[in-house]
C-alpha cells in the first residue's frame, strides 16, 4: 500500500511539474498598443518605456517563479520514485 501511495505522489507531482512547466513558459501579457499610438510627448513617451519594461521584468519574474516551482516538484518526484524503488526491494 505505501509503494502504490508514494508512486501516486510520484504520477502527481511529475503532472503538476509539468503544468508548472507549460503555465511557465506562456506566461505573457498582451502588448498595449494604443499607448505607442498616443505617446508624442517625449516625457510620455519615456514614461510608458518605463512602465514596458516594468511589466516585462514582472513577467520574468513570474515565469522564473514557474520554473522554479516545476523544477521543485520534478525533483521531489524524483525522491519519491527513489524511495518507491527502495520501498519495493
Request: no cysteine; aromatic share 8%.
Amino acid at each position: 500500500m505505501k509503494k502504490a501511495g508514494l508512486w501516486t505522489a510520484v504520477a502527481m507531482l511529475v503532472l503538476l511539474g509539468f503544468v508548472m512547466l507549460a503555465t511557465g513558459l506562456t506566461v505573457h501579457e498582451s502588448p498595449i498598443t494604443n499607448e505607442q499610438t498616443m505617446a508624442f510627448d517625449p516625457k510620455l513617451r519615456q514614461m510608458l518605456e518605463e512602465q514596458r519594461r516594468q511589466r516585462e521584468r514582472d513577467e520574468y519574474k513570474i515565469q522564473a517563479q514557474y520554473l522554479t516551482m516545476a523544477a521543485l516538484e520534478f525533483t521531489v518526484a524524483a525522491f519519491l520514485a527513489g524511495k518507491a524503488l527502495r520501498a519495493a526491494k
